[in-house]
């Protein structure tokens, strides 16, 4: 399908009112970005009739794939019965609240309670106010610095981009007070002989020091991303998170899990710190709660905070517009029983995530681009390096993995680089035939790097 409008018309008004994410908005325009105009399942189509394979999910969101007619279904129902309204006049409606049972029967018994917003960042924003405002109704009021992560991504907002630990973020207007930032757990670029096990104890116990550096009745929370998802899908060993854990509830500092690219099954479970086995106090999460088909994101609250909030703090003065909004939150419902009902969270964990990380591994374990392999479920990285045995990376390695990118648009498959890593992480209904597509023409994009670059 195209539409009645030529592609380049589109690029020219585009080019005149509309500033892009994360570009140099001139050379966009120069170049003109692709416009998208329908996607099937794991398949979008461009305004000129090309076909993509979509490696990413959009952004990590559309964990049931393009094209449902139940969450469109849901999504028309509501706007027919009642489009709109809000949380703030005492009032409430049953799509959140049923939306709220069916989400923690889902999670894990220890949360009990959820704050709405639209975003992945706005659940960050949040966060740090709730946090805050958990420890001033403890007595705490000084409790309020949070610890985030080098190269860790929690959104673009103001206080979502200081938590985030992109520099270069942090350059263009986005600190703010009272953050502080340990290293990421990236073992494949750390230049010593460590272990994993060895390097994920260490790696965590950073945070022990900048607590005990800043002073423990001073900090608030420690935020990560159970794997890290845009700061290039890094996967820490398997001492991190358990040795993270102890250091928190050690020093009484909230564990807070961001969950808006691992949640919703994309680990095989239904959320990535469940892979990992550690238990946070707050999840952030967005994305694939509603497969990304409308916005909406949220905080959920262990019990035992919401009960310090809740029975203790009066009133909280907090709320967005759209909280909860009733058309967000039907579309939430019919995902979320999409993915419980019809089995794609197990078959990610014993069916086709098992399968994905295979076809991986048996294609690309010994291409003369790639060092290493990382990833479980419906989520992986290739790690391109100049030598696997000694982990050494190229140096130009964010200009070879761009390229790969480019030429995989070229190939007809959406894969995304970060930082020297090819990510990607498909719609989790992918069959194995979609699958079979999307490690075919990476390899393809990946080989023709090599060969652009002199490895093959
Ligand atoms: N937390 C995490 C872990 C994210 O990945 C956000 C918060 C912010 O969510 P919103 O809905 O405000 O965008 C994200 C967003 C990439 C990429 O290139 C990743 C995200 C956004 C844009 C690009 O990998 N994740």
Redesign the pocket.
């Known amino acids: 399908m195209t539409t009645s409008r030529e592609t380049r018309d589109y690029q020219a008004a585009d080019a005149a009112h509309h500033i892009h ?1 994360f570009v140099d908005q001139k050379a966009l325009n120069d170049e003109g970005p692709r416009v998208m105009v329908r996607g099937d399942r794991l398949h979008l189509w461009d305004n000129d009739g090309r076909r993509y394979l979509d490696g990413m999910s959009g ?2 969101c559309t964990n049931l794939g393009y094209g449902r007619k139940d969450l469109n279904a849901a999504a028309s129902r509501q706007l027919e019965q009642l489009p709109y309204y809000n949380m703030f006049f005492h009032t409430t409606h049953p799509q959140v609240i049923e939306l709220s049972e069916l989400l923690f029967s889902l999670l894990p018994g220890h949360y009990s309670h959820a704050i709405y917003t639209n ?6 924003e949040v966060l740090i106010r709730t946090v805050r405002r958990y420890w001033q109704v403890l007595g705490k009021p000084e409790k309020k610095i949070m610890i985030g992560r080098w190269n860790g ?4 907002t103001l206080a ?1 981009t200081a938590l985030g630990g992109m520099k270069f973020m942090h350059e263009m207007g986005g600190m703010i007070p009272d953050i502080a930032h340990i290293d990421e757990p990236y073992f494949f670029a750390h230049e010593g002989n460590l272990t994993p096990a060895e390097f994920g104890l260490r790696a965590a116990q950073q945070l022990e020091a900048k607590i005990l550096e800043l002073g423990a009745d001073k900090v608030a929370g420690f935020i990560a ?1 159970p794997f890290q ?2 700061g290039g899908m890094i996967f820490p060993p398997e001492s991190y998170w358990p040795e993270i854990q102890r250091i928190c509830r050690q020093y009484d500092v909230l564990l807070c899990a ?1 969950e ?2 691992g949640g919703f099954g994309r680990t095989g479970e239904w959320f990535a710190h469940e892979y990992f086995g550690f238990e946070p106090d707050t999840l ?1 999460i ?2 694939g709660l509603t497969s990304g088909y409308i916005p909406m ?1 949220g905080l959920i609250l262990s019990k035992k905070m919401a009960d310090v909030l809740v029975e203790q703090g009066g009133v909280f003065a907090h709320g967005l517009t759209y909280s909860g909004h009733p058309v967000a939150a039907a579309v939430a419902i019919a995902n979320l029983k999409a993915l419980r009902d019809e089995g794609v969270v197990t078959r990610v964990k014993d069916d086709i995530g098992p399968y994905l990380q295979q076809c991986l591994r048996e294609v690309f374990g010994n291409h003369p681009l790639v060092g290493d392999i990382q990833g479980t479920g419906m989520v992986a990285a290739l790690q391109l390096a100049e030598d696997k045995a000694t982990r050494k990376r190229f140096a130009n390695e964010n200009d070879i993995a761009w390229r790969c990118r480019t030429i995989g648009f070229e190939e007809g498959v959406i894969i ?1 680089s ?1 930082l020297g890593r090819m990510i990607m992480a498909p719609a989790l209904i992918a069959s194995r035939e979609e699958i079979d597509e999307l490690v075919g023409k990476t390899l393809k994009a990946v080989d023709r790097t090599a060969q652009e670059y002199g490895r093959l």
Do not use: F, P
Not at 119 to 124: F, K, L
Not at 153 to 156: E, F, K, N, P, V
């Open positions: 994410a952004l990590w975003s992945g960042s706005e659940a960050n991504y929690h959104g673009s979502a991303e998802g845009a961001d808006v690219i952030s967005a994305k994101g995304r970060t």
